[in-house]
């Protein structure tokens, strides 16, 4: 299907889950995910109306920023090498994957612009997940203050690939309930007032439980390689 189909379903969806949970569906900010996808597709993305992209590894990311001329807001989605930050720090606006000092220090030392960084959170648990847990959120944070480049704007999670909803919305309220936690800090440099959670399978539910950011790769763009 064309993304511009998939995209009015998802956008029907999303207005129903803001209908549910008594929301403003303009809350909510659509990523196309396009790791899987070539440049054409997601050109044809940003032509369908997305503004936001997201990739996890530098070398998709700098070859569709440098061909898509009609630039939309990067979001870098994927475990950050910390030797890779110079490569793509000037290219993105967004990184969802801050959790260690040592790449905190790396983005503050190559960023010429304040940074958006989201805290990913294991909320889970697996192993298999990348993330600090719940319980470091808040200290892990307070501790990023000396970094004048980061802006911590919210925090990410990955909620298990699972048809159990009742998982699922565990997870999701969990980061819900961090984010609460760092917005009572009051803290200068962490706003947190986004939540990036939810992905193709269960963006529905993560909009219900608060989320303002979704990731969305296949439902949208498919996965042509």
Known sequence: ???????????????????????????????????????????????????????????????????????????????LQTRKVKNIIDKVDYIHSLDRLSLAKEIDKRANKLINCFVQVNVSGEESKQGISPEEVCDFIVNLSEYRNIRVCGLMTMAPYTEDEQMLRTCFQSLKKGQKKIQELELNHAPCTELSMGMSNDYVIAIEEGATMIRIGTALVGEEE
């Open 1 to 79: 299907m064309k993304v511009e189909e998939n995209l009015k379903l998802i956008q029907k969806n999303i207005q129903h889950a803001c209908t549910l949970s008594n929301r403003d569906p303009e809350e909510i900010t659509i990523i196309a995910v396009t790791k899987y996808v070539t440049t054409e597709r997601a050109a044809e993305a940003v032509q369908a109306g997305i503004t936001h992209l997201g990739e996890n590894r530098d070398e998709g990311l700098i070859a569709k920023w440098e061909v898509l001329t009609d630039k939309p807001n990067w979001h870098y989605i994927g475990s």
